[in-house]
Each structure stands twice: as C-alpha cells, then as structure tokens.
C-alpha cells in the first residue's frame, strides 16, 4: 500500500454546480488553479463541504474522475470521501477511487440508522476500505454533523487496527482534544489524525496535530498558512493573532447559511462554482453584496489576496 500522510493544509473543496444545480465539472481546473496559487497542494473531495450527501454515486464518481485529471495536473493531491448511508454504494466509490490513484479514501458512518456499538462501526468502514485494499484508509470522525459520538478516537483506532489493514487514520472534526493525544500515541505514533474544526486548528496544533483539513481553506487559507509557521517558530502572539481571523469570517457567511454564502463568495473571487444544493440555502445578489462588505471591513481581502 502506498504510504500517505496529511500535512500543512487540506482543503476541503465544494463541488461545482450550473445555475440550475447540475454537476459544472469544466471549473475543476479552475478552483484547483485558483487553490495551488495559494499554496495547497492537497484536496478532500466529495466530503461535507462537497455536499456529498446531495449527490448520487453517478455524481460522485464523475467528480471523482474530474479531480482524479485535474489534481496530478496541478501539483495537488486527491482525497475522496465515499461516505454515505449505504455501504454498498460507499465500498464502490472506494473501489472507484483506487482505480482512479486516489491518495486516500474517507469515510463517514452511515448517520440514519447510526452504528450502535463500537465493532458495529468498525465492521462498517471495514466493510468500505476492504473495496480499496490497497489505498489508505481514514474514518472521518464529524459528530456535530452525523450525531454518532460515544466513540472516542483514540478507542476507535484501537478497535480498527487489527480489522482494517489499510487504516491509515482519522479525519477527525471532533473537539476532543484529549481522545486525539491519545490517538496519536498508539502503535509509536504511525495514526495519522488530521484536525478538521478550523475555528479551533491553533488549540489542536498545540495538541499535536500537524495537518488541518477543512472547508475555510477554499477562501481563508493565509491566517492559518501563518499560524502554523507562527507554532513552528513558537511565536504564540502571532499564532494567536492569525488564527483570531478565521472565526470572524465563519461568523459572517453563517448568518447567511455557510455552504451557499461561501459558495458565492468563491464566485466573487473568481471561481464560479454556482450555488448549494438544497436543502441549503444562497444568498441573493443583494446579500452577498453586503456580506462582501462586511468581509472588506475586517480586513479579509488584505490578509488574503
């Protein structure tokens, strides 16, 4: 199996979309142009912020084979999230994506009817990353989303291990910080646990993380590009500073349902990746007018751009 690990920052990308909602596959080159010209050179795909639960397996494996181009192409790296409430359907995308050279697979638990015991989970990612034998493997661990908690990290990868060969982490997006200095300690430290709550990255760098995926990095990579340099140097005061600028931005596209408001937001930056899906909402002409305004008066275009 190949080896992988995250580092530095993955962003976590939105799917592109025509105006009427269907799949605008021809701006993958332009986000992953727009990306690596600020500094990523890693992708996580088809997750949470690629609204993957309002995609069919069609759409997935399209987007898929759009970045599975593109992303060598441009320097980046590809890492598909096949999660999905069923299985079967997440094992063939899994297999869709080893066929495809992904870097790694990514998956959820099924969230409607939700693993009740710790082998039930096990035995469900088992189940998908047993489809890509020989691509590594991450749990995504994202409660505030799926509503599955109780399993700490730390006793997941414990529990994994001996069942899932190819386990190569966690895509952790949990605020437990504990359970992951736990994590990180098994087996000499070979579990790679990518953060995945920007709002908290500095706090879980000085909890030892070493790589962030998340969805603020399509538009707000520079404060946290700086607040890793800042942690290395050991320079807290600007670390600090650095990461301050990632919650008020957050704050000012939620207020206007953050999937759609950031999806604009890239289309006034020059990526026209069209609107969410729903059940998400977009901000009319008039609303994103004013949230640019608001980004303008905290700084956000001169810290970035």
């Known amino acids: ?21 269907s799949l605008n596959l021809a701006v993958v080159e332009k986000q992953a142009a727009f990306l690596r010209s600020h500094g990523i050179t890693s992708v996580f795909i088809g997750g949470t912020t690629g609204e993957s639960s309002s995609l069919t397996a069609a759409e997935r494996a399209a987007l898929n084979d759009r970045w599975a181009v593109v992303g060598p ?6 890492i598909v ?12 995308l899994a297999a869709h994506a ?38 590594p493997f991450y749990y995504y661990d994202i409660p505030g989303m799926t509503g599955i908690g109780g399993f700490p990290v730390d006793e997941f990868v414990k529990a994994a291990s001996p069942i899932i060969p190819n386990l190569a982490g966690v895509k952790y997006s949990n605020p437990d910080l504990e359970a992951m200095r736990r994590a990180q300690a098994l087996e000499g430290g070979r579990f790679d646990i990518p953060f995945g709550v920007d709002e908290r990255f500095l706090a879980a760098l000085r909890a030892g993380a070493t790589a962030g995926v998340g ?22 005061a600007q670390a600090e500073a650095e990461q301050a ?12 349902g ?23 909402g977009n901000p009319d002409a008039a609303e994103t007018k004013k949230m640019i305004g608001e980004l303008e008066a905290i700084g956000f275009f001169s810290w970035n751009f």
């Not at 199996?1 to 909602?21: E, I, R």
């Not at 192409?73 to 590809?78: L, R």
């Not at 999230?81 to 063939?92: I, K, R, S």
């Not at 969805?215 to 807290?236: C, E, M, V, W």
């Open 215 to 236: 969805s603020t990095y399509n538009f707000n990579p520079g404060p946290l590009q700086r607040a890793i340099a800042a942690h290395a140097k050991g320079d807290d």
């Open 245 to 256: 600028k990632v919650q008020p931005v957050v704050d000012i596209l939620a207020k206007r």
């Open 1 to 21: 199996m190949p080896s992988f690990k995250f580092s530095g920052l993955c962003t976590a990308t939105h799917t592109p979309f025509h105006a009427d909602g």
């Open 98 to 135: 080893e066929k495809n050279g992904a870097k790694a697979v990514s998956m959820i638990a099924p969230s409607y009817f939700k693993p009740r015991t710790m082998a039930d989970l096990v035995a469900s990612c088992a189940m998908v990353a047993k489809a890509a034998p020989n691509t």
């Open 73 to 78: 192409a441009t320097g980046i790296d590809v």
């Open 81 to 92: 999230h096949v999660g999905t409430n069923c299985l079967t359907e997440a094992a063939q």
């Open 258 to 280: 953050y999937m759609g408001a950031a999806k604009a937001l890239m289309g006034y930056l020059g990526v026209p990746l069209g609107p969410a899906r729903l059940p998400n």
